[in-house]
T-cell receptor
Framework: GAVVSQHPSWVICKSGTSVKIECRSLDFQATTMFWYRQFPKQSLMLMATSNEGSKATYEQGVEKDKFLINHASLTLSTLTVTSAHPEDSSFYIC????????????FGPGTRLTVL | GENVEQHPSTLSVQEGDSAVIKCTYSDSASNYFPWYKQELGKGPQLIIDIRSNVGEKKDQRIAVTLNKTAKHFSLHITETQPEDSAVYFCAARVQTGANNLFFGTGTRLTVIP
């Protein structure tokens, strides 16, 4: 299957700092990428849809100014958690449809964010 | 919006036995139903999917069935092995919506050697 990478795999930061998470499609181009958040032992919650060359679409209840998304190229989307607080600690996962089979999505390995 | 329910939340089976996980969905416009396996600390991995024009799909020990009338679909794993132990998520995509998926709540499968 297609490969989606994320960096970093884990990060620990102090409260009030900002953290950037990268999502890359390694062997295909992705005009759209999705960002999910997953709390321990819970399901994936869609946060936003990242669109190459245009603004991201955020799900209801997700703060746009808190979670900044940039999709500057066809292989890279970034999620920046601004002024992070302990409640932002979570597992963040991105995914991308390959376009070959319109429905298939491949997920990155996730980034574990811990805010102290 | 779409609502996907998944049962059971936990499932333990003896190695070699079969495991069945069931999901229901609410939006009749949904037309794509993937299943993902997630191991601890990793992202979900697509293991099988089915589209609404098909009733059943099989890939070696894994099969998925879809009942559009009843709006439910199931994952069947036969001859389970310890390495099948993981959390499994079902999902549904609405045909007329964006390409985002609505996930079930997950099933933690434990295969006992």
């Amino acid at each position: 299957g297609a490969v989606v990478s994320q960096h970093p795999s884990w990060v620990i930061c102090k409260s009030g700092t900002s953290v950037k998470i990268e999502c890359r499609s390694l062997d295909f181009q992705a005009t759209t990428m999705f960002w999910y958040r997953q709390f321990p032992k819970q399901s994936l919650m869609l946060m936003a849809t990242s669109n190459e060359g245009s603004k991201a679409t955020y799900e209801q209840g997700v703060e746009k100014d808190k979670f900044l998304i940039n999709h500057a190229s066809l292989t890279l989307s970034t999620l920046t958690v601004t002024s992070a607080h302990p409640e932002d600690s979570s597992f963040y996962i991105c995914s991308a449809p390959t376009g070959f089979k319109i429905d298939e999505q491949f997920f990155g390995p996730g980034t574990r964010l811990t805010v102290l | 919006g779409e609502n996907v329910e998944q049962h059971p939340s936990t499932l333990s089976v003896q190695e070699g036995d079969s495991a069945v996980i069931k999901c229901t969905y609410s939006d009749s416009a949904s037309n794509y139903f993937p299943w993902y396996k997630q191991e601890l600390g990793k992202g979900p991995q697509l293991i099988i999917d089915i589209r609404s024009n098909v009733g059943e799909k099989k890939d070696q020990r894994i099969a998925v069935t879809l009942n559009k009338t009843a709006k439910h679909f199931s994952l069947h794993i036969t001859e389970t092995q310890p390495e099948d132990s993981a959390v499994y998520f079902c999902a549904a995509r609405v045909q007329t919506g964006a390409n985002n998926l609505f996930f079930g709540t997950g099933t933690r499968l434990t295969v006992i050697p």
